[in-house]
């Protein structure tokens, strides 16, 4: 065993206050203990590195295209758009921006069409005319149920059963008869039909049924059978008259040609396709 030559330096402590060991030259990190934490020059990238020899590449790199600026979409025409956007674009349909000509406004509150005012006003006419012949069938009734009146001090009786209607006039008939049974029942139906007929007019002209602008030429002629009742039931003849010329107005026929689009819309088809692309499309390689 030999020991080291003398180099002149004094024996300094370690960072922990150990001894060198015999054989060990100053500096050397003794074994068992951990190593000092590297300098910030150690750390640094590069640091004590060669440089690169490996060659850049020469191709361009793969570059992402800008995007599009926003900016807010053009008008679009109705029907199907035509567009040569290229290679797999598909030809979508848009829903028509304005009204079409001769087709009354949807309402925006409930989305049906807007009713003008011939359509209140026909409604309002049948209506009215269903309410005046019921109310001279009801009168007409009165005065065949009431053979008494009061006379002075007492009641005597006064039948005015044949002078209730025209139609009971025309065939006069006995108290008690059968008669006069039928004559009640036929005049009940002669309102009945008349008043069913211009209120179903009425009705589904509100609701914006194209077959009622005949329909109130039908409910015309059933009117006339008012004329068998008494002069206050013929007055539905002229409210049936009105409502049924309402119908026929300029302004009616475009709400009926509106409603018959919402309940009856034609099946609309997108343009075909021409040229198939398969594969990815461009946007998205």
Not at 89 to 104: C, E, R
Not at 118 to 133: D, H
Not at 136 to 142: D, E, I, P
Not at 145 to 160: F, I, L, M, N, R
């Amino acid at each position: 065993m030999s020991w080291p030559a003398p180099t002149g330096d004094p024996i300094r402590p370690q960072g922990d206050g150990a001894q060198p060991t015999p054989g060990q030259a100053p500096g050397d990190q003794p074994s068992g203990t951990t190593p000092p934490p590297p300098t910030w020059a150690q750390v640094q990238p590069g640091a004590g590195y060669p440089p690169p020899t490996v060659p850049l590449p020469t191709q361009p790199l793969p570059t992402t295209p800008m995007p599009a600026p926003l900016t807010p979409p053009a008008e679009q025409p109705t029907g199907a758009v035509a567009s040569a956007a290229g290679p797999g674009h598909i030809d979508m349909l848009s829903a028509p921006a304005v009204t079409p000509p001769g087709l009354a406004k949807l309402s925006e509150k409930t989305g049906q069409p807007v009713r003008p005012w011939t359509i209140w006003a026909s409604a309002v006419l049948m209506f009215g005319g269903a309410i005046t012949v019921t109310v001279g069938l009801l009168l007409a009734m009165w005065v065949m149920a009431s053979p008494w009146v009061e006379v002075a001090d007492g009641w005597t009786k006064d039948d005015k059963f044949n002078e209730a209607t025209w139609l009971t006039a025309q065939f006069p008939s006995e108290p008690a008869s059968g008669w006069r049974v039928f004559f009640a029942i036929v005049c009940c139906v002669i309102a009945v039909a008349v008043a069913g007929t211009a209120a179903v007019i009425g009705y589904y002209a509100f609701a914006g049924y194209d077959w009622t602008r005949i329909g109130g030429l039908v409910a015309l002629g059933v009117s006339l059978l008012s004329l068998l009742l008494t002069p206050i039931a013929a007055v539905t003849i002229g409210f049936v008259a009105l409502g049924a010329a309402a119908l026929w107005l300029p302004a009616t026929r475009p709400f009926f040609a509106r409603w018959q689009a919402v309940r009856h819309p034609q099946t609309a088809y997108s343009q075909p396709i021409q040229n198939v692309f398969y594969g990815p499309l461009p946007r998205y390689r």
